[in-house]
């Protein structure tokens, strides 16, 4: 019986083998009836979306790959000329993304985010519920800035150290009989109680104390041996306090990395793709929108100010919830984990060594990080100040809609490849041997480090969304949604935001943002709302994967290191869902309000002409439905 399951299972793996052929086979195969049965534009790219979809939600084949299919599906459809299609792979969006990598690769080169993450480290202190916060804040900084998965790889290993260090102070202080832990309370015939094991009396009971209870045991002392039996006891109880406190912490610091690591992608537009693939999506819509209203291209008031404004409360008050949460959850609040007690223990001043011996580690601060550090300054300064709100910015100086948030991207990642590295060694301050010039990045080093597969799943995203918005299909969707409107907005979007962050824990959230944002655009327009307000919101919601491994890279990093299983993930990441779409709900509709007036549907959306140009689409689906 054995040996035929393990023929079966044999059988399984090597049909799996093969999934990379079956699935795509199958995708492109089994919808075919849609292309052949009509000749509707919005039909031929609902088979396109159809089959990337399946493609993604598999992964069959690498996500970039599927992104790269509507460069020859849409022609050959008839959807899109490759013009057309092609010209959304490179655009303006993706050089802000782009130019925002080349800056993260520089940061990561020079090694400037370890030294922030360690500064920050060492400032917060060593006690768990402070060492969590201080594993949480670096890596939300950082990940605003550069890609997720970068800072918590770059986290993850002070983890481990961490948890090491502790697990063998943990054993130090029950060989010393650390009192603030479970201990031994000899009581001796002199009636004078001590934490000493009876020298110099009988020992005549021994109270056995932890955090809730206090056990009484008579002492035979004609009976050594089972003296010995009821200190072994205690031993073995004191050693699996031990190792739960220690199981506890590990959790609860991998678990802060990778919270932190997907809550600091909302803050930024570029730190998450689901947030550029919503801006390209609704300046796209805008300017067809303004152009078909009064031929002016119209501006979606979306930029890197007015984004930052919105969803760095958001993002923060996640963070700082999604702390408390596990420190309830996972650390219990237990008495070993107390934030502010004064006095040190044995584990506290070794996790203090830990973090100094890496900061000593790093050596002083050289000319390359400083340099580095000014110039991601900058880039910020010119990214908030650019077109800030009620203010004039920088921006004005020059011609109106000539400079985006890419321009000051690229100009400050071009710079990174003039500026030298360290101070020129020229005439005679050169050394034999010595490089006269080194730039900050070299053009291999970054090629090696972007990644560029991001990029391609953008532009794929980009082009079917451009497509699903031109050829109807999105339309389609909108009007077939209409029942919703009935709804008050608030429900809407607390709804739309729990389903977006319920399929993004199995499904890519670049292609969760690529297949929604055009269907919210016309679902908000037939609702008569804002299209921002639905489509902020499924963006935003993309990033709330807490529950599985494979929702974020962040979430696999951590769990691969085996301090989590898959029950701890679920168990904390549920709350952890529900609290952060709340948080959503509640900054969307008051702050968010406030900068983007949600209330007021822009005039060009008002004026656009509903007509029924996929009524074939619609009879079609209908019919095979029934």
């Known amino acids: 019986m054995p040996n035929a399951r393990a023929k079966v299972w044999g059988i ?6 093969f999934r990379s052929i079956i699935l795509p086979i199958l995708a492109t195969l089994l919808p075919l009836s849609m292309v052949l049965n009509s000749e509707s534009k919005a039909t031929r790219c609902g088979y396109t979306m159809i089959v990337m979809a399946v493609l993604w939600l598999t992964e069959a084949l690498p996500i970039p790959v599927t992104a790269l299919l509507p460069i020859f599906m849409l022609p050959m459809l008839g959807v899109s000329t490759a013009k057309e299609v092609s010209s959304s792979y490179v655009t303006d969006t993706s050089m802000l993304f782009l130019g925002g990598l080349i800056v993260a690769v520089a940061v990561e080169e020079w090694k400037l985010h370890v030294r922030i993450a360690l500064t920050i480290l060492r400032f917060v202190g060593s006690q768990p519920n402070l060492l969590m916060l201080g594993l949480m804040l670096p890596t939300w900084f950082l990940s605003m800035w550069i890609s997720n ?24 202080d029950f060989a010393a009989d650390n009192p603030d832990d479970m201990y031994l309370l000899a009581t001796k015939s002199d009636g004078i109680s001590d934490i000493q094991k009876g020298e110099g009396a ?3 009971s021994i109270t056995l104390k932890s955090d809730d209870k206090e056990q009484e045991i008579k002492v035979n002392d004609n009976c050594p041996s089972r003296n010995e039996n009821i200190m072994e006891s205690n031993r073995a109880k ?23 690591a997907n809550t600091g992608g909302i803050a930024t537009l570029t730190g998450s793709p689901p947030n550029l693939v919503f801006k390209a999506v609704v300046d796209d819509a805008f300017a067809t929108a303004g152009k078909a209203y009064d031929g002016v291209e119209w501006s979606s008031g979306i930029n890197f100010t007015s984004w930052l404004l919105f969803a760095l409360p958001i993002s923060f008050l996640t963070l700082i919830l999604g702390w408390l949460w596990l420190d309830l959850f996972v650390l219990r609040c237990s008495k070993s984990c107390e934030c502010f007690r004064k006095e040190k223990s044995a584990i506290d001043l070794q996790v203090r060594e830990i973090i100094a011996k890496e900061f000593r580690d790093l050596g002083r601060i050289t000319f390359a990080e400083c340099l580095v550090g000014v110039m991601f300054a900058c880039l910020a300064i010119l990214w908030i100040f650019r077109e800030p709100p009620n203010i004039s910015g920088w921006g004005n ?30 005439f005679c301050t050169r050394k034999p041997g010595e490089n006269r010039y080194t730039p900050l990045l070299s053009w291999e080093k970054t090629v090696q480090k972007v990644p560029w597969g991001v990029i391609v799943l953008l532009g794929g995203g980009f082009a079917l969304a451009k497509a699903s918005t031109r050829s109807g299909l999105s339309k389609w969707f909108g009007d077939s949604l209409d029942f919703l409107s009935v ?16 399929v ?50 962040p979430s696999a990093i951590v769990f691969s290191h085996g301090f989590l299983t898959i029950p701890d993930m679920a168990s904390a990441g549920l709350m952890m869902n529900i609290i952060s779409v709340f948080v959503l709900t509640f900054g969307i509709n008051t702050w968010g309000k406030l900068l983007f007036d949600f209330d007021n549907i822009p005039v060009i959306f008002q004026e656009i002409e509903r007509n029924d140009t996929l009524s074939p689409m619609a009879q079609m689906l209908n019919s095979s439905l029934v």
């Open 202 to 204: 009988i020992l005549t």
């Open 12 to 17: 399984v793996k090597d049909i799996l083998s």
């Open 397 to 426: 100086l020059f011609k109106d809609r000539f400079i985006t948030d890419s321009t000051p991207a690229m100009l400050i990642a071009v710079s990174l490849f003039i500026l030298p590295a360290k101070m020129p060694a020229v």
């Open 504 to 553: 993004t824990e199995v499904t890519s959230n670049t292609a969760t943002a690529t297949l929604l944002m055009p269907i919210l655009q016309e679902l908000s327009i037939t609702a008569g709302l804002n299209p921002l307000y639905l489509m902020m919101a499924a963006a935003v919601a993309c990033s709330f994967a807490f529950m599985l491994p494979v929702a974020t890279p």
């Open 487 to 502: 709804y008050s907005p608030f429900l809407l979007c607390l709804v739309v935001s729990l389903i977006v962050a319920a």
């Open 149 to 172: 998965t970068a800072a918590a790889a770059m986290m993850i290993p002070i983890v481990a150290a961490v948890t090491s260090q502790v697990k063998s102070a943990s054993k130090a």
């Open 238 to 260: 004191k050693t699996t306090s031990t190792d739960d406190h220690t199981s506890r912490l590990s959790k609860a610091l991998a678990l802060s990395i990778a919270y932190a």
